[in-house]
Nanobody, 121 residues
């Protein structure tokens, strides 16, 4: 069993900042990519940012230059720094990881429970 615990969401005014965290725990051997997705009301879930095990990052065009993804491999934790927030960033933000379990050695793919970010205008 592998669990993801997210934190850091909340209500913020436009132009403000938040930092989301997602900690993975349990039967983990290694984690590959760690991602953040978001889903706004009435819209499909979309990929916001990805960080590979080597530290390479990729962002959706809508958040480039405003959001920063990072990870702490020793803590199996991924972060998303959200700056210059806009009302259109309002959504549930979900952490997603894939990798391998320790024993038995199997592929894993896990989603977090979601954390709500609300940006007021």
């Amino acid at each position: 069993q592998v669990q993801l615990v997210e934190s850091g969401g909340g209500l913020v005014q436009a132009g403000g900042s938040l930092r989301l965290s997602c900690a993975a725990s349990g039967n983990i051997f290694s984690l590959n990519a760690m991602d953040w997705y978001r889903q706004a009301p009435g819209k499909q879930r979309e990929l916001v940012a990805t960080v590979t095990s080597g530290g390479s990052t990729n962002y959706a065009d809508s958040v480039k230059g405003r959001f920063t993804i990072s990870r702490d491999n020793a803590k199996n934790t991924v972060y998303l720094q959200l700056n210059s927030l806009k009302p259109e960033d309002t959504a549930d933000y979900y952490c997603h990881v894939d990798g391998w379990t320790f024993f038995p050695r199997r592929p894993l793919e896990v989603w977090g429970q979601g954390t709500l970010v609300t940006v007021s205008s």
